[in-house]
């Protein structure tokens, strides 16, 4: 597996329209697309800067893993995961697993923008949540 790019930058916020007013006032970019992710419990908004995409992702419900990021970040939101682009997900999961890295997805699963996803347990990682994901 190599990554081609980053796909995107993921960042938890504990309310999207004030976060969506920041990224767009303060940092100048745009939104070009909000959608809730049902079975992830998250709703989505994403920016482009440069070829890099910003994902901010507000939980819709207090079982969601990111309303749980946030309640461990005290109450506020933060950096929460980066995305690499890879040809097939499941074949760097599998690749991934075969090194000895812990996967929090052992298959691949539909992500926003229709993304296929996996993610890599920070545990293993570094310290850093990844996320693979493909078209």
Same mark, same amino acid.
Not at 17 to 36: F, N, S
Not at 41 to 46: G, R, S
């Given at each position: 597996?190599?990554?081609?790019?980053?796909?995107?930058?993921?960042?938890?916020?504990?309310?999207?329209?004030?976060?969506?007013?920041?990224?767009?006032?303060?940092?100048?970019?745009?939104?070009?697309?909000?959608?809730?992710?049902?079975?992830?419990?998250? %709703?989505?908004?994403?920016?482009?800067?440069?070829?890099?995409? &910003?994902?901010? /992702?507000? *939980?819709? !419900?207090?079982?969601?893993?990111?309303?749980?990021?946030?309640?461990?970040?005290?109450?506020?939101?933060?950096?929460?995961?980066?995305?690499?682009?890879?040809?097939?997900?499941?074949?760097?999961?599998?690749?991934?697993?075969?090194?000895?890295?812990?996967?929090?997805? %052992?298959?691949?699963?539909?992500?926003?923008?229709?993304?296929? &996803?996996?993610? /890599?347990? *920070?545990? !293993?990682?570094?310290?850093?949540?990844?996320?693979?994901?493909?078209?």
């Amino acid at each position: 597996m190599t990554p081609t790019h980053v796909e995107h930058i993921g960042i938890a916020v504990t309310n999207l329209d004030e976060a969506i007013r920041y990224w767009e006032d303060v940092m100048g970019l745009k939104c070009y697309a909000i959608e809730e992710v049902t079975d992830q419990k998250v %709703k989505t908004a994403f920016f482009k800067c440069g070829d890099v995409k &910003i994902e901010l /992702l507000e *939980p819709t !419900s207090p079982e969601s893993t990111i309303a749980t990021f946030i309640e461990k970040n005290g109450g506020k939101g933060g950096m929460h995961h980066i995305a690499f682009a890879v040809d097939n997900t499941d074949s760097a999961l599998a690749e991934t697993a075969e090194k000895g890295v812990r996967l929090i997805d %052992k298959q691949s699963r539909r992500g926003a923008e229709g993304l296929n &996803i996996g993610f /890599l347990h *920070p545990k !293993s990682t570094l310290g850093v949540l990844t996320e693979l994901c493909c078209k």
